[in-house]
Structure formats: structure tokens, C-alpha cells
Nanobody, 122 residues
Framework: QVQLVESGGGLVQAGGSLRLSCAASGRTLSSYSMGWFRQALGKEREFVAAISPSGIRTNYADSVKGRFTISRDRAKNMEYLQMNSLKPEDTAVYFC???????????????WGPGTQVTVSS
């Protein structure tokens, strides 16, 4: 019922910035929490950030706090992740997700995008 597609990934130098977007189609996501996860090669998918249905409350992994900003536009069914001061360890496939109650566990989110690659060079 919900389709998510990420965009905005790419190659960036350390210290640079990228803005990821997630476009949703189908049912409105106004009542869903949304979030971002990432998965580096050979590692488990990890929580990055989440945002409440209203867009007012946010939660961040300690590793990205102060550098990344999650936001959403409920009218457009869009979610964003502004990533600043990128580090090589931020290199991963980034996934948009929706559902749950701002949980940090992948199992709490029923809807996922296919992912977009972010590569941060040193």
C-alpha cells in the first residue's frame, strides 16, 4: 500500500554534505513515523534517525547527532535527511522507512525503500 523511493545519494568527499529524499506513493504517511537506516557492506542495518507523524519530534543515533537532520513534508509524502560533515564511516546504503512508533529496530517498520548508496571518500 506504500511505496518508498530514495534519491540523492552519491559520492562526496569527507566533510561534504548530501541531502537524501524519500518519496512515498500510495497511502498517505501522515499517521506514520518515518525514519532512515543505513547498512554498510558486511554490517547489519543500523538506525540513523526517526521522526514523528507530526514532524515535531525527532530521534537520532549518537553517531550522527549534530550532523544529520531528519525532516518531513506530510503534504507531499516526503522525508528528507540532510547530512553534513560527512565522514568515511557514513558510507553505506541508506534506506527510507515508515511505520512504527519511532523505534530504532528494523523489525518495527513494515515499509522500506530500495536504498540509495552514499559513499564518502577520504
Amino acid at each position: 500500500q506504500v511505496q518508498l523511493v530514495e534519491s540523492g545519494g552519491g559520492l562526496v568527499q569527507a566533510g561534504g554534505s548530501l541531502r537524501l529524499s524519500c518519496a512515498a506513493s500510495g497511502r498517505t504517511l501522515s499517521s506514520y513515523s518515518m525514519g532512515w537506516f543505513r547498512q554498510a557492506l558486511g554490517k547489519e542495518r543500523e538506525f540513523v534517525a526517526a521522526i514523528s507523524p507530526s514532524g515535531i519530534r525527532t530521534n537520532y543515533a549518537d553517531s550522527v547527532k549534530g550532523r544529520f537532520t531528519i525532516s518531513r513534508d506530510r503534504a507531499k509524502n516526503m522525508e528528507y535527511l540532510q547530512m553534513n560533515s560527512l565522514k568515511p564511516e557514513d558510507t553505506a546504503v541508506y534506506f527510507c522507512t515508515a511505520g512504527g512508533l519511532m523505534e530504532s529496530s528494523t523489525t518495527a517498520y513494515p515499509y522500506w525503500g530500495p536504498g540509495t548508496q552514499v559513499t564518502v571518500s577520504s
